[in-house]
């Protein structure tokens, strides 16, 4: 026979929705690590390969005229290298907004581990690294 006011299984939907805010929160505890470790990952691959795109100086022009000018198909071919061991899937575009500068966008997609139960299965990685080309040790005095 039942009572009134009987309040058997009340603690069952606590435990429910308890346990799915708890697995909500490790996941963004956890996917957000992983989100913010997949971010740096693509800044550190950016730089790597706008670095790897500034060393393609123009030599015949620096010899003749002393200016230094990036030369562009191969810093391309620079980056592209780069780009292909470091991680073949990643999508990037390279820029030349001077003469002696690479401009290097990375993005690809990180898959969430726990936030999938919630919907969110991916986020895209976003990073951007810049170098300039130099030749020869420059001194400031001041």
């Known amino acids: 026979m039942r ?21 909500g929160l490790a996941g963004l505890v956890i996917d957000g690590g992983v989100a913010l470790a ?5 800044i550190n ?3 790597a390969a706008a670095r790897a795109g500034a060393e393609a100086l123009d ?5 003749s005229s002393g200016t230094r000018k990036i ?4 810093a391309e071919a620079n980056v592209a290298r780069y780009m292909s061991s470091a991680d073949p899937n990643a999508g990037y575009t390279v820029s030349f907004p001077a003469d002696d500068t690479v401009q ?11 936030l ?6 991916s986020i895209t990685a976003r990073g951007h690294g ?7 040790i420059t001194q400031e005095n001041g």
């Open 3 to 23: 009572r009134r006011g009987d309040e058997r299984g009340q603690v069952t939907v606590f435990v429910v929705i308890f346990m799915i805010a708890l697995i």
């Open 38 to 42: 997949a971010r740096r990952r693509a």
């Open 45 to 47: 691959e950016a730089q």
């Open 59 to 63: 030599e015949g022009l620096y010899r």
């Open 71 to 74: 030369d562009q198909p191969e």
């Open 104 to 114: 290097v966008d990375e993005h690809f997609d990180q898959s969430m581990n726990i």
């Open 116 to 121: 999938g139960v919630f919907g969110v299965d």
């Open 130 to 136: 810049s170098a300039r080309t130099v030749h020869g």
